[in-house]
C-alpha cells in the first residue's frame, strides 16, 4: 500500500518516498485511489484542476512526469494510456512468497494485539508504518484492522467500496462519515437511531461508539432529555468495558451535555476527571479531545485567549496522532459550537478556512453524496 502524506506532497512506500509536486500529488493519489477505472483528460482536470481552467496537454505532461518518478515502483502500480478514453491506473499484487510467518496463529495473534494497543493509545501513526511495511515484515492480515487504517487516514471513499467489508460495519463506517461531512444533526441522528434500533451483529466496540457519538447529535438537534438518557444507560457498560480511552470519550461527551444546560460546576467536574484519568493513562488522541472539549468550556466562560490556546493544541495534538476521523470531528464540533453563538468570530473563520482546506484534501463533498446513496440503499 503506498501511503500519501499530504502536509509533505510525498508518496511513500516500506519507507522509500517520492516527492511530489502539488498537482503530481493530487493525481497520483486520485488515480491510486480509483485505481482500475479509467478517465478522460476531461475527468482529471475537473478533479485535480476543479477550479482552474488548463488545457489537455496539462493533464498529458503531469502523467509524463509521474510516469517517471514512479518508474522505481513498476512493481508495485503502472500508469496507463487507455486509446480514445484517457488514463488509468492499475495496483499490481505483490507476487506471492514463502513467508512461514503467515502461517504462524501465534505471531498473527501477536501482531493483532500490537494493533490493538497502537489502537488503544491513540497511536495512529504507528498503526499506519505497520500497514504500509507489511509484504517487507510479513506480517499477516486482519480484516477489522485492514479495513480500519483506511478509516484512521480518511480514505473513506475505500471503505464505502471495499467488498471485504461486511455490510454492518460498513454502515457503522458511513454513519460516522455522515455525521462529519454534513452539519446538520437531524440528518446524522436519524441514520444513528436506525442502526442502533437494526442491532446488527457489530463488535461490542461499535455499538458504544454509536452510542457515544450520538450524545452530541442529540444535544445539537435540541433533544438533550435523549443525551442523558443515553448517557446514563451507557455508564454500567462503561464501567463494566473499563477502558480509558471509553471512559475519556464517555466523560467529555457528559460534559458537553453540562455545559449546553448550564450547569458550569458539573461541566468543570467531568473536565478535571477526565484530566485526571489522562494523566494516568497518556492517550494522546483523547488528549487532543480533552483538549478540544476545554477550548468550548473556557468559550462559555468568556476566556477567549485560553480557550484558543487550549483549541490550538488540542487540534495539533490530534493532527500529532494521523488519526484524520477524529481531528475532522474536533473541527466539526468547535465549529458547530461557535457558529452557535458570537463567543469567536475571527477563530471561527479561521478554522472555517482549515475546515474547507481538509474538505476539499479528503473530498467530503463527493464523499457526501456517495454516503448518502449508500445509507439509502441498506439502512
Known amino acids: 500500500m503506498i501511503h500519501f502524506e499530504a502536509d509533505s506532497l510525498e508518496a511513500v512506500h516500506a519507507g522509500d518516498r517520492i516527492q511530489l509536486l502539488p498537482k503530481e500529488f493530487l493525481l497520483l493519489r486520485f488515480l491510486y485511489e480509483h485505481a482500475g477505472r479509467a478517465f478522460s483528460r476531461e475527468q482529471l482536470l475537473d478533479a485535480v484542476w ?31 494510456t487507455i486509446r480514445g478514453q484517457g488514463y488509468k491506473l492499475t495496483r499490481i499484487a505483490p507476487a506471492a512468497q514463502d513467508n512461514p510467518l503467515l502461517l504462524d496463529e501465534q505471531f498473527a495473534a501477536n501482531v493483532n494485539r500490537l494493533l490493538a494497543k497502537y489502537h488503544g493509545l491513540g497511536m495512529g501513526a504507528a498503526m499506519q508504518l505497520l500497514s504500509a ?9 486482519d480484516p477489522f484492522y485492514d479495513a480500519y487504517i483506511h478509516f484512521v487516514q480518511g480514505d473513506f471513499g475505500a471503505i464505502l ?3 471485504r467489508i461486511d455490510l454492518s460495519e460498513k454502515l457503522a463506517y458511513a454513519v460516522f462519515v455522515l455525521a462529519v461531512a454534513q452539519f446538520d444533526p437531524a440528518v446524522s441522528l436519524s441514520c444513528f437511531e436506525r442502526l442502533i434500533a437494526r442491532g446488527d451483529a457489530l463488535r461490542r466496540e461499535w455499538h458504544f461508539d454509536l452510542k457515544l457519538q450520538i450524545v452530541p447529535l442529540y444535544i445539537e438537534a435540541g433533544r438533550p432529555e ?4 443515553q448517557l446514563e444507560a451507557l455508564r454500567p457498560a462503561i464501567a463494566e468495558l473499563n477502558s480509558p480511552s471509553f471512559t475519556a470519550i ?6 458537553y451535555l453540562e455545559l449546553h444546560e448550564g450547569r458550569l460546576d458539573a461541566a468543570a467536574a467531568k473536565l478535571l476527571e477526565c484530566e485526571a484519568l489522562l494523566n494516568q493513562h497518556p492517550i494522546q488522541r483523547e488528549r487532543g479531545s480533552h483538549l478540544v472539549f476545554r477550548a468550548i468550556f473556557l468559550y462559555r466562560q468568556g476566556a477567549i485567549r485560553s480557550a484558543r490556546q487550549s483549541l490550538d ?7 500529532q496522532t494521523q488519526f484524520v476521523p477524529h481531528l475532522l470531528g474536533a473541527l466539526h464540533l468547535t465549529l458547530t ?4 453563538g458570537s463567543h469567536d468570530e475571527p477563530y471561527r473563520q479561521k478554522l472555517e478556512r482549515e475546515w474547507d482546506r481538509l474538505a476539499a484534501e479528503y473530498r467530503l463533498g463527493e464523499l457526501l453524496v456517495q454516503t448518502q446513496q449508500f445509507l439509502e440503499r441498506h439502512l
Open 133 to 141: 511495511n507489511r509484504d517487507i515484515l510479513g506480517l499477516p492480515g
Open 313 to 319: 493544541e488540542g487540534l495539533e495534538a490530534l493532527r
Open 250 to 255: 464517555y466523560l467529555l461527551k457528559a460534559m
Open 161 to 163: 467500496r471495499s467488498d
Open 226 to 229: 435523549k443525551a442523558r438518557a
Open 337 to 340: 459550537y461557535l457558529s452557535a
Open 50 to 80: 476543479p477550479l482552474e481552467s488548463p488545457v489537455d496537454r496539462t493533464v498529458d505532461d503531469h502523467i509524463y512526469r509521474l510516469r517517471r518518478k514512479v518508474a522505481k515502483w513498476s512493481h508495485l502500480l503502472r500508469v496507463e
